[in-house]
């Protein structure tokens, strides 16, 4: 900053042919203090709370009533410079380099457009931008005042509200430079970086609102704390939108609640026909092999075990040609012996299901139990052996892997 | 004659220990993690399967009589059918979910008392609440009150969450049923 503000008096004194050859120089120095200015307005931003209110006003005034006598080059020259001075004063980091970005962007473009005649041109433009800034300031010193007189009333009601009329004040001020900078390329950067850093620093969320609306800001203090909820709320409501749009297909590439809100309520009514056409598929399922249920439960539950589908897809092919082999000889077996025949298959289960097993064992001994239900035509002996063996494999096998066992089972049955 | 009463024990016979199992198996969801939606997938899928299987012992015997006698299926019982696995596949997705979410609770009361699901969208019904949402999203939103159960009486926040679980929780029922429907063998249909 300080390297700057001499620079600029010099430039003021120089004739028009030096300027011409500084041009380049200007631009060069321009960019890298632009940058070095970005810098620094996000690093200075934040402790640049401490500035006088009044002061700031008056200096505004001040500058407004230079660019309404139409002074000359000098004086205009000296208007940026007692702004700047103004936000140097004031501490204000980011208004002093946005007032010294302006300044230091107007003689290359001024040149560029007519070498010859500078200072003339340079009246006009600056005449135009001094216009533009009469207006802007006209506005912004309404705000000023207002929020001056807001903030008066804040400070005498105590210390926690200084933060938000310091915010508050903060924002006209730079929305007059960054207005005074309509010509300057970087007016956009130094809006989105006082948009940025505004919103970085405020803890208090609604500045913006009673930016916009600063009518209303008097009596916005009661609305406050329902302006911040509001605030929260939409957050809230477009986090949500987010994830639907994530989670409903096709949804990414409309923009706007109301598409969206169309695509949500087709997708969720499309999935609800989907549920229904596939309770009517399911119901149209002829319910005499309805055993194999057990089958597909099995298929589920290990489909839905991670890691298990090498020896889903083996025992999913072993199991269904078995079970359908059993399937014309269930249907021949008579009460007495198939009673028996399940009896101590549904013991077994039971006795193994109230061990405190982990999730593949159930799967395991629901597996056993579709063999030993579709196998009821067999002996007792042999279905009391089965399970024999099956505890047998599972004390010696489980304990180690339970996937294993699970292949033993299935061989065993193999071999029956 | 005998077919029909060995069917039926051993249909008995396997919901009995259905249940064993499942009761078994309800006790242990703490040790999965129930927030995945793999384990959704299994609870919803174990709830259906033996909703399913029930619903097809109960309806058995007169379908087995009629398909044996005329091996022709009405269209009335197919319809009756669907409609209770429909209630099922809501119920178990709901009882899969548990208590925690507030479209599950409201669709469970309205499977328990016999409210009609879904339904309610063609009924004109002004609802006075207006959700802060500008113009034309107002009647969208009462759209997706409907569609969502137990959505009128959230507010326009919670609507959107209810209704992205709602969205994830029916993507694994139409899943899950998917699979269900592909496993069963050919001969299985009719």
Redesign the interface.
């Given at each position: 900053m300080s390297r700057a503000l001499p620079e600029m008096l010099q430039c003021a004194d120089l004739t028009v042919l030096e300027r011409k050859g500084e041009r380049m120089k200007w631009q060069q120095q321009q960019q890298q203090y632009q940058q070095s200015y970005l810098q620094e307005s996000q690093m200075s931003f934040i402790p640049s709370f401490q500035t006088e209110m009044l002061e700031l006003s008056m200096m505004q005034e001040m500058s407004k009533n230079g660019a309404e006598n139409g002074w000359p080059d000098l004086g205009k020259y000296q208007i940026n410079d007692t702004e700047s001075a103004a936000y140097l004063t004031a501490g204000f980091g980011a208004g002093e380099d946005y007032g010294i970005s302006r300044t230091a962007s107007c003689p290359p473009v001024v040149g560029e457009e007519k070498g010859g005649d500078f200072p003339v041109l340079e009246k006009m433009v600056v005449k135009e931008s001094s216009k533009k800034r009469r207006a802007d300031k006209a506005a912004t010193c309404l705000k000023a005042n207002d929020v001056v007189e807001g903030t008066r009333d804040k400070r005498l009601k105590g210390d926690t509200n200084e933060e938000e009329s310091k915010a508050a004040e903060q924002n006209p001020t730079t929305t007059t430079t960054t207005n005074n900078n309509n010509n300057n390329s970087s007016s956009i950067n130094n809006r989105e970086t006082s948009a940025d850093s505004s919103k970085e620093n405020s803890k208090v969320s609604d500045v913006q609102k009673p930016d916009y609306i600063h009518v209303r800001a008097r009596r916005g203090q009661a609305t406050d704390s329902h302006s911040l909820a509001e605030r929260v709320?939409r957050e809230?409501?477009s986090e949500?939108?987010k994830?639907?749009q994530d989670?409903?297909p096709g949804c990414n590439k409309i923009t706007g609640?109301?598409g969206m809100?169309?695509e949500?309520?087709n997708?969720?009514?499309s999935?609800?026909r989907?549920?229904?056409f596939?309770?009517?598929?399911?119901?149209?399922?002829?319910?005499?092999?309805?055993?194999?249920?057990?089958?597909?439960?099995l298929?589920?539950?290990l489909?839905?075990?991670?890691g298990s589908y090498s020896t889903l897809g083996v025992s999913q092919e072993l199991t269904?040609p078995v079970l359908?082999q059993f399937n014309p000889m269930h249907?021949g077996?008579?009460?007495s012996g198939?009673?028996m025949a399940?009896?101590p298959?549904?013991i077994t289960?039971?006795r193994t299901?109230?061990a405190p097993l982990?999730?593949p064992d159930?799967f395991v001994?629901?597996y056993f139990?579709a063999n030993g239900?579709s196998s009821?035509n067999w002996d007792i002996d042999l279905s009391t052996l089965y399970s024999g063996d099956f505890q047998q494999g599972r004390q010696s096998v489980f304990p180690s892997q339970s996937l294993t066992g699970n292949l033993e089972v299935n061989n065993l049955k193999m071999e029956m | 004659m005998?077919?029909i009463?060995?069917?039926k024990?051993?249909?008995k016979?396997?919901t009995?220990?259905f249940s064993?199992?499942s009761s078994?198996?309800s006790m242990?969801p703490m040790?999965?993690s129930a927030e995945t939606p793999?384990?959704l997938?299994?609870m919803f899928?174990?709830r259906f399967?033996r909703a399913?299987?029930k619903i097809?012992?109960y309806?058995?015997p007169s379908?087995?009589s009629s398909?044996s006698s005329s091996s022709s299926?009405s269209s009335s019982i197919?319809?009756r059918?669907?409609?209770?696995?429909?209630l099922a596949?809501?119920a178990s997705m709901a009882r899969a979910v548990g208590p925690k979410r507030a479209w599950s609770r409201a669709l469970l009361h309205k499977v328990l008392h016999r409210t009609r699901l879904?339904r309610s969208v063609t009924r004109p019904k002004v609802s006075g609440a207006g959700s802060g949402?500008a113009?034309?999203?107002i009647n969208?939103?009462d759209?997706?009150r409907r569609?969502?159960p137990g959505g009128k009486r959230m507010d326009?926040?919670n609507l959107?969450?209810e209704?992205?679980n709602?969205?994830?929780c029916?993507?694994a029922?139409?899943h899950?049923?998917?699979?269900?429907?592909d496993?069963?063998?050919p001969?299985?249909?009719?």
């Amino acid at each position: 900053m300080s390297r700057a503000l001499p620079e600029m008096l010099q430039c003021a004194d120089l004739t028009v042919l030096e300027r011409k050859g500084e041009r380049m120089k200007w631009q060069q120095q321009q960019q890298q203090y632009q940058q070095s200015y970005l810098q620094e307005s996000q690093m200075s931003f934040i402790p640049s709370f401490q500035t006088e209110m009044l002061e700031l006003s008056m200096m505004q005034e001040m500058s407004k009533n230079g660019a309404e006598n139409g002074w000359p080059d000098l004086g205009k020259y000296q208007i940026n410079d007692t702004e700047s001075a103004a936000y140097l004063t004031a501490g204000f980091g980011a208004g002093e380099d946005y007032g010294i970005s302006r300044t230091a962007s107007c003689p290359p473009v001024v040149g560029e457009e007519k070498g010859g005649d500078f200072p003339v041109l340079e009246k006009m433009v600056v005449k135009e931008s001094s216009k533009k800034r009469r207006a802007d300031k006209a506005a912004t010193c309404l705000k000023a005042n207002d929020v001056v007189e807001g903030t008066r009333d804040k400070r005498l009601k105590g210390d926690t509200n200084e933060e938000e009329s310091k915010a508050a004040e903060q924002n006209p001020t730079t929305t007059t430079t960054t207005n005074n900078n309509n010509n300057n390329s970087s007016s956009i950067n130094n809006r989105e970086t006082s948009a940025d850093s505004s919103k970085e620093n405020s803890k208090v969320s609604d500045v913006q609102k009673p930016d916009y609306i600063h009518v209303r800001a008097r009596r916005g203090q009661a609305t406050d704390s329902h302006s911040l909820a509001e605030r929260v709320r939409r957050e809230k409501i477009s986090e949500r939108m987010k994830f639907l749009q994530d989670l409903v297909p096709g949804c990414n590439k409309i923009t706007g609640k109301a598409g969206m809100l169309d695509e949500i309520i087709n997708y969720v009514q499309s999935l609800q026909r989907q549920v229904e056409f596939l309770s009517m598929k399911l119901a149209a399922v002829n319910p005499r092999i309805d055993f194999n249920i057990d089958n597909f439960f099995l298929k589920e539950m290990l489909s839905g075990c991670n890691g298990s589908y090498s020896t889903l897809g083996v025992s999913q092919e072993l199991t269904n040609p078995v079970l359908l082999q059993f399937n014309p000889m269930h249907q021949g077996v008579t009460c007495s012996g198939m009673d028996m025949a399940i009896n101590p298959s549904d013991i077994t289960l039971r006795r193994t299901t109230s061990a405190p097993l982990s999730l593949p064992d159930t799967f395991v001994d629901s597996y056993f139990h579709a063999n030993g239900s579709s196998s009821n035509n067999w002996d007792i002996d042999l279905s009391t052996l089965y399970s024999g063996d099956f505890q047998q494999g599972r004390q010696s096998v489980f304990p180690s892997q339970s996937l294993t066992g699970n292949l033993e089972v299935n061989n065993l049955k193999m071999e029956m | 004659m005998p077919n029909i009463r060995t069917i039926k024990t051993t249909q008995k016979a396997k919901t009995t220990t259905f249940s064993s199992y499942s009761s078994s198996f309800s006790m242990q969801p703490m040790h999965l993690s129930a927030e995945t939606p793999t384990s959704l997938k299994t609870m919803f899928a174990l709830r259906f399967l033996r909703a399913y299987s029930k619903i097809n012992r109960y309806k058995s015997p007169s379908r087995l009589s009629s398909s044996s006698s005329s091996s022709s299926s009405s269209s009335s019982i197919v319809i009756r059918r669907c409609k209770r696995i429909k209630l099922a596949a809501y119920a178990s997705m709901a009882r899969a979910v548990g208590p925690k979410r507030a479209w599950s609770r409201a669709l469970l009361h309205k499977v328990l008392h016999r409210t009609r699901l879904h339904r309610s969208v063609t009924r004109p019904k002004v609802s006075g609440a207006g959700s802060g949402v500008a113009g034309g999203a107002i009647n969208r939103t009462d759209k997706l009150r409907r569609l969502v159960p137990g959505g009128k009486r959230m507010d326009f926040c919670n609507l959107l969450g209810e209704t992205a679980n709602y969205i994830q929780c029916l993507t694994a029922q139409v899943h899950v049923m998917q699979g269900i429907a592909d496993s069963l063998p050919p001969q299985a249909w009719f």
